[in-house]
C-alpha cells in the first residue's frame, strides 16, 4: 500500500523531492533495453525508494529510474523486460503500472 495519502501527501514525513529521478543501478549485462512505463500513485520520496527497490530486485532488471513529476518509471533489463513481473512489482509496492509509456 502506498505511503500517500488520497491528496498526495506521504504519510511517513520522508520528504517530497517530486521533481527529482533517482537511479538503482546494478550489474550492467550485454544487451541492455531501456522501457518507460506510466505508475499512478506516486507522490513523494519515499514512493521512489519504494519503486526502485522492487522493481530493481526483480530478475534482469540492471538499472531503475522514477521520474516522480512525470509519473514515469524508466527500467533498464537485460533484454526484453517482462511485463508482467513488473507490473506485479508494482503493484505489490501499493502503486498502479497503467502501461508503457509512448
Given at each position: 500500500m502506498s505511503c500517500c495519502t488520497p491528496e498526495g501527501t506521504c504519510g511517513?514525513?520522508?520528504?517530497?523531492?517530486?521533481?527529482?529521478?533517482?537511479?538503482?543501478?546494478?550489474?550492467?549485462?550485454?544487451?541492455?533495453?531501456?522501457?518507460?512505463?506510466?505508475i499512478?500513485?506516486?507522490?513523494?520520496?519515499?514512493c521512489r525508494t519504494a519503486i526502485a527497490t522492487v522493481v530493481g530486485a526483480l530478475d534482469g532488471v540492471v538499472s531503475v529510474d522514477v521520474d516522480l513529476t512525470g509519473g514515469l518509471v524508466t527500467v533498464t533489463t537485460v533484454g526484453e523486460p517482462h511485463d508482467d513481473a513488473i507490473a506485479a512489482a508494482i503493484d505489490e509496492a501499493g502503486y498502479e503500472l497503467t502501461g508503457r509509456a509512448a
Amino acid at each position: 500500500m502506498s505511503c500517500c495519502t488520497p491528496e498526495g501527501t506521504c504519510g511517513t514525513n520522508a520528504g517530497t523531492n517530486a521533481g527529482t529521478a533517482t537511479a538503482v543501478a546494478v550489474a550492467v549485462a550485454d544487451t541492455t533495453v531501456s522501457t518507460a512505463y506510466r505508475i499512478s500513485g506516486m507522490t513523494c520520496g519515499h514512493c521512489r525508494t519504494a519503486i526502485a527497490t522492487v522493481v530493481g530486485a526483480l530478475d534482469g532488471v540492471v538499472s531503475v529510474d522514477v521520474d516522480l513529476t512525470g509519473g514515469l518509471v524508466t527500467v533498464t533489463t537485460v533484454g526484453e523486460p517482462h511485463d508482467d513481473a513488473i507490473a506485479a512489482a508494482i503493484d505489490e509496492a501499493g502503486y498502479e503500472l497503467t502501461g508503457r509509456a509512448a
